[in-house]
């Protein structure tokens, strides 16, 4: 069982598990592979003759490495530089897979690892390994030294924290868009050139719905300037559009809004309307989920 090329075949085999766990719980690619190779030390270094489950007691010993390190990182108030996001993973080194690369970096919210910091270190073990590896609390709690009341409290404290941080979260960006749909009305209404510019990407796209006739025969339009154009031709409208939730994201109605004329979708971007999308066709917009948005 303690053959050495056995080891090594086993620990390959995992490495990928492990970096993502690791990656998880520490929010540092660098982090996560100092914690992946001190679990390598301490593989070569234990008898493993009556391991079973090689896989589960790497996830084990790999997840007591990162609590140390969180805990170490806590106590001299040492964190991460993130500036509110994580390290990505934008390449590979030789040997890696990139696959897995793009899926560990893909699967984590730069949000998540904002509220994981926020955590201490034996929520954080808790949390992640039962919410997102779907570890018990009993093998969590011989990991974190509790017993498995305390685990699961642990666990659901973060939980918690985590939920009601991704709340907040999606309410700051209904915010956001909600704020610039205002500012698109207001300078649509008005005929304002310079603030509609401000809000919209220079290369923003309009796609109009053969439906609603005035604009039937010009089902693209591309350029904010061109945008601009497009707009007028029905800014009359504008005075008694309003923004609603359309499908959970802020649009425009015109119309009523239990019997629109149109609906306006937007796409945003990096503080930008990058997309317009008019919705007039009746079988459509029944189909959407439109619903008023409170002041």
């Given at each position: 069982m303690n053959d050495q090329n056995w080891l090594v075949e086993q620990f390959e085999t995992h490495r990928n598990h492990l970096q993502t766990v690791a990656y998880r719980m520490?929010?540092?690619?660098?982090?996560?592979?100092?914690?992946?190779?001190?679990?390598?030390?301490?593989?070569?270094?234990?008898?493993?003759?009556?391991?079973?489950?090689?896989?589960?007691?790497?996830?084990?010993?790999?997840?007591?490495?990162?609590?140390?390190?969180?805990?170490?990182?806590?106590s001299r108030r040492d964190e991460l530089v993130m500036a509110s996001a994580p390290e990505l993973v934008t390449g590979h080194q030789d040997g890696s897979d990139p696959e897995h690369e793009a899926l560990m970096a893909d699967s984590v919210g730069h949000a998540m690892f904002v509220v994981l910091e926020k955590l201490n270190p034996s929520e954080r073990i808790a949390f992640v390994l039962h919410d997102v590896f779907a570890l018990s609390?009993?093998?969590?709690?011989?990991?974190?030294?509790?017993?498995?009341?305390?685990?699961?409290?642990?666990?659901?404290r973060a939980?918690?924290?985590?939920?009601?941080?991704?709340?907040?979260?999606?309410?700051?960006?209904?915010?956001?868009?909600?704020?610039?749909?205002?500012?698109?009305?207001?300078?649509?209404?008005?005929?304002?050139?310079?603030?509609?510019?401000?809000?919209l990407d220079p290369n923003v796209v309009l796609r109009n719905d053969p439906a609603f006739a005035p604009v039937a025969n010009v089902p693209v339009v591309r350029g904010s300037e061109a945008v601009f154009k497009q707009v007028q031709q029905f800014a009359n409208r504008a005075r008694s559009m309003m923004p609603v939730l359309v499908n959970g994201s802020v649009g425009?109605?015109?119309?009523?809004?239990?019997?629109?004329?149109?609906?306006?979708?937007?796409?945003?971007?990096?503080?930008?309307?990058?997309?317009?999308?008019?919705?007039?066709?009746?079988?459509?917009?029944?189909?959407?989920?439109?619903?008023?948005?409170?002041?």
């Open positions: 520490l929010g540092s690619r660098s982090e996560a592979d100092d914690a992946v190779q001190e679990s390598w030390i301490r593989l070569i270094r234990s008898n493993t003759g009556e391991v079973v489950n090689i896989g589960g007691w790497l996830t084990t010993i790999v997840s007591r490495v990162c609590l140390d390190m969180l805990r170490t990182r806590k609390f009993s093998e969590i709690a011989l990991i974190i030294g509790r017993n498995e009341a305390a685990a699961r409290q642990l666990a659901s939980r918690r924290r985590v939920q009601g941080a991704e709340s907040t979260s999606e309410t700051a960006e209904l915010q956001r868009k909600r704020e610039l749909v205002d500012a698109f009305l207001a300078a649509a209404r008005n005929g304002e050139f310079e603030k509609l510019l401000s809000v425009v109605v015109a119309g009523h809004l239990d019997q629109p004329l149109f609906i306006l979708e937007f796409t945003f971007v990096d503080g930008k309307i990058i997309e317009i999308g008019m919705i007039a066709d009746q079988a459509r917009l029944h189909g959407l989920n439109i619903a008023a948005l409170n002041d």
